[in-house]
């Protein structure tokens, strides 16, 4: 009786775990298998033309994908440029300078930023940043590259902080010491010793940072305009990937080519934010070059 | 500057207060990071607060929309966002502990559990759209559930699961391996030594995760675009099957599909603050449970 | 399942047995053909590493056994063979055979659950489970799937009373029981033990986390026990072992080195290596 229930639920347990990785590979199968259609019909080639996404065009649908990955790139990097070195100094003084008080303080406040959603954040940047963004640069509307990589690089900043805090905090306290007793001032210790030593887990948060802005929806859907032409420069209205796909998703005829191409929008965001938070959790595993 | 030894003293003096300014420069420059998030982070809040606690009334949130939603309320939207919440819970929770359980109790730590943990993180990095087209593929196609609450509440718990299965192990992992070690040398069976020692010990910090990964869920919009979410709907979901209104996608159709976009501004704020504060009241039962749990730790109960 | 019925006559001729005097000065146990605990050629190793070397004993019912020796020496790791304890390492190995009143425990059909409830354990930090006093020496009963208050609370009396702990905790049995003192949890771990009825109790440095004066209590304690129970106890503290044990034997690498009654190991030990470590030459 006893042997039973252990036996049942060993299994039980061990069906969840697998049960993990047939989700992520479910996820990939779905992708693959909807977009096969769209992919034998087109091949490859049309996806990327110098084109336009127009899969409602009558006679001639287009389904270049060319411009949302310009789009998905101004963006991503965008934020990038933004979050980044403001993710990574907040983390040196969460981690090597605040006092405690202040870690007790900031800390709940980064946790809160989190948690405010999407959808909450990109509402203040449509009605408060579009129209400061328009006046400030003299545009019809703030709706463009530059506020969507403002309110994504916002999204990210809390994800590279606590990761780029959890990497400079994890240096061993012997650097430290080392360089505080050859007369290194501590200013000197942070950026001499603790952040090359933490490098690579700090570059983790940051493609981790990017994973999350090159896959955010409703932020880039709402306040970069959408416009599927090709964008030059960052006041330009823009559509990405994941915008493209959220745009269409809700009145997509099943199993037309068009709900095909979106499945391949799809597999190429899965793909790149495939490879970007593998990357990123390569360099995670890579622990700082400590002796044993 | 060079000096004999004999002058070190001075020689330190003078140096000291060169690299102090220097420091103090630097370390301010670093604070003000931090300031700018607070002030990012409390701009929006003053911002949301002040427009939309003026909407806010009994009204407000007990009465459905009226006259093309202009007028109204959003309960349906606060009704649907709690259902689909629940749905999502009932997906992930079991199958998220369960696979931390797995994980840290049962597996042989190898190929097959990096495997897994692997999954984990990058199930983590899927872009919620993404979940979106799944969901839509498999959940209402596939399973032919359609457009309705169980299907986003599926699509939703898989976009949960990683959270759930990150906090539930490191709470598992929390638990001391002596008290494995004493009730295995009882003769407990494995399953009794989880389920009397491991996870009631475990359990609050697995709470604990797994409202903030709820918190997350309740505000996603993207996966529910196509899986349930409806522009509106005259009565209350009343099956599993039923499509559903939820506040983030209300927030979304307010702010930018509606066709009198500033008419509706109020209501557009009052369901932003609306969620805002449903997800800070998950975000604050989080921290005052983790806080709860680890005074309970500290008397040793 | 260890088929404890069919070994009650038998026990009776052991402690018959036992309880003749031994000739002095045995350095090996009388070569009977029962033992409590008879471990024959073990070797034991973690994944690659050899941590045991050909261990050959036979422990005799009731009584303590010390086992002394330098640290990283396998006594602890020959301690855990004896419930398998090491089970729940990955990547361990076991060649050799150990036999438990009888019974090969590494026996395919062993069941090691029900192994652990004859074999207890203490171990050497207190490790009380977070839970009140009471629950705590109910747990293995309960476990086990007793229910009944009533017989519960008479053998969490029973448990507490013979681990010399009842007076001092029986008006608080519902407080935590991480709330104790140091030597008032490792009692409390000894009577959780008991209370699931054990043979034999292994002790792994019982004492070495705690303060002299309650570690005289827990030696008090284990000689009591030792009239019902086979202890084994693993300590690095000599004077511990002369003082409670009545055989001794000495590890050193992961081999015994000598085994024997514990007054003669310690006056006058066969081998140059046990009288160097006993002598403080080492270790």
Not at chain 1, 168 to 187: C, D, F, Q
Not at chain 2, 131 to 153: E, R
Not at chain 3, 167 to 181: H, T
Request: proline share 5%.
């Amino acid at each position: 009786m006893a042997s039973i229930t252990e036996k049942a639920m060993r299994a039980i347990f061990i069906f969840c775990g697998l049960a993990i990785i047939l989700f992520l590979v479910g996820i990939l199968y779905i992708l693959l298998s909807n977009s096969m259609p769209g992919l034998i019909e087109l091949g490859l080639g049309p996806f990327f033309a110098v084109d336009r996404w127009n899969p409602g065009a009558y006679g001639e649908p287009t389904y270049s994908l060319l411009n949302m990955i310009y789009g998905t790139l101004m963006v991503t990097l965008g934020a990038l440029i933004f979050a980044v070195p403001v993710g990574v100094a907040a983390a040196a003084y969460l981690a090597e300078i605040a006092s405690p008080w202040e870690r007790e303080f900031f800390k709940p406040i980064v946790e809160i930023l989190a948690g405010v959603p999407s959808v909450v954040l990109v509402f203040f940047g449509l009605v408060v940043l579009a129209p400061l963004i328009a006046r400030a640069f003299n545009l019809n509307s703030g709706l463009n590259a530059f506020n969507g990589a403002l309110l994504v690089g916002i999204m990210a900043l809390p994800t590279i902080i606590t990761l780029a805090e959890d990497a400079i905090t994890a240096v061993p306290k012997e650097y430290r010491h080392a360089s505080l007793a050859l007369g290194g001032t501590r200013w000197q210790t942070i950026w001499k010793i603790t952040i090359p030593a933490a490098f690579s887990g700090i570059t983790a948060s940051a493609m981790l940072g990017m994973g999350r802005a090159i896959g955010e929806t409703m932020t880039v859907l709402m306040v970069t305009g959408n416009m599927v032409a090709r964008p030059e420069s960052f006041l330009d209205s823009v559509r990405t990937l994941s915008a493209g796909i959220a745009i269409d998703i809700g009145d997509v005829v099943f199993n037309s080519i068009h709900f095909h191409a979106l499945f391949v929008a799809g597999l190429l965001l899965f793909l790149i934010t495939f490879a970007v938070n593998l990357l990123a959790d390569i360099l995670i595993q890579r622990k700082p070059e400590v002796s044993k | 500057m060079k000096t004999g030894v004999l002058d070190r003293g001075i020689v330190f003096e003078k140096k000291k207060s060169e690299w102090r300014s220097h420091e103090l420069i630097g370390f301010w420059a670093l604070r003000l990071t931090l300031v700018l998030v607070l002030f990012i982070l409390g701009i929006i809040v003053f911002d949301i607060v002040s427009k939309g606690a003026g909407v806010i009334n009994w009204e407000f949130l007990t009465q459905p929309p009226r006259v093309g939603m202009t007028e109204g309320g959003i309960f349906p939207a606060i009704v649907g966002t709690f259902y689909v919440t629940l749905i999502t819970i009932a997906f992930a929770v079991p199958l998220g502990v369960g696979a931390a359980i797995y994980l840290n109790e049962y597996a042989v730590q190898g190929k097959f559990t990096r495997l897994v943990r692997m999954s984990v993180r990058n199930l983590a990095g899927v872009p919620s759209i993404v979940f979106g087209l799944f969901g839509m593929a498999v959940f209402v196609k596939i399973f032919g559930f359609g457009p309705s609450l169980i299907a986003a509440g599926f699509t939703l718990g898989l976009l949960t699961l990683p959270v759930t299965v990150t906090a539930s192990e490191e709470a598992l992992r929390t638990v001391p391996r002596a008290y494995r070690e004493g009730s295995f040398a009882l003769g407990a069976t494995r399953w009794q030594v989880v389920r009397t020692v491991v996870l009631p010990r475990a359990i609050p910090g697995i709470l604990t995760g797994t409202i903030l990964g709820l918190a997350r869920a309740a505000g996603e919009t993207a996966p529910i675009l196509a899986t349930g979410a409806a522009f509106f709907l005259p009565h209350l979901p009343d099956s599993i099957r039923s499509q559903f209104m939820a506040l983030p996608y209300h927030l979304f159709i307010m702010s930018t599909q509606h066709h009198a976009i500033s008419q509706v501004r109020p209501i557009a704020y009052g369901t932003a603050l609306v969620l805002l504060a449903l997800v800070c009241l998950l975000n604050l039962a989080a921290v005052l449970l983790r806080k709860r749990y680890r005074d309970r730790v500290a008397k040793g109960l | 399942m260890l088929k404890t019925n069919s070994n009650v006559a038998i026990d009776k001729n052991v402690i018959q047995e036992a309880s003749k005097p031994e000739p002095a000065k045995t350095k090996q146990f009388v070569d009977n053909e029962y033992c409590e605990v008879k471990v024959e050629n073990l070797n034991f190793f973690y994944g690659s590493v050899q941590a045991l070397f050909n261990v050959s004993v036979k422990v005799q019912e009731k009584g303590v056994a010390a086992l002394i020796g330098p640290s990283g020496c396998g006594k602890s790791t020959f301690l855990r063979v004896l419930n398998r304890m090491n089970d729940l390492i990955p990547g361990t190995r076991l060649e050799g055979k150990v036999s438990i009143h009888g019974e090969n425990i590494y026996a395919p059909n062993t069941d090691v659950v029900n192994l652990r409830k004859k074999v207890g354990m203490v171990f050497q930090h207190p490790n009380p489970f977070p839970k009140s006093i009471f629950d705590n020496i109910a747990y293995g009963p309960r476990i086990d799937g007793l229910k009944d208050k009533a017989v519960l609370s008479e053998i969490v009396e029973t448990s507490l009373k013979g681990a010399a702990l009842w007076d001092e905790v029986k008006d608080r049995l519902n407080e935590p029981a991480l709330a104790l003192s140091g030597g008032q949890q490792q009692r409390l771990c000894i009577a959780r033990a008991l209370a699931v009825k054990p043979r034999i109790l292994l002790m792994d440095e019982p004492t070495s986390a705690i303060d002299p004066i309650a570690t005289q209590r827990i030696e008090d304690l284990i000689r009591d026990l030792c009239t019902d129970y086979t202890i084994i106890i693993v300590t690095h503290n000599m004077q511990q072992a002369a003082r409670i044990s009545d055989y001794t034997g000495f590890f050193l690498q992961g081999e015994m080195i000598e085994w024997g009654k514990t007054s003669g190991l310690f006056t006058n030990p066969e081998d140059q290596r046990t009288e160097d470590y006993i002598t403080g030459r080492f270790g």
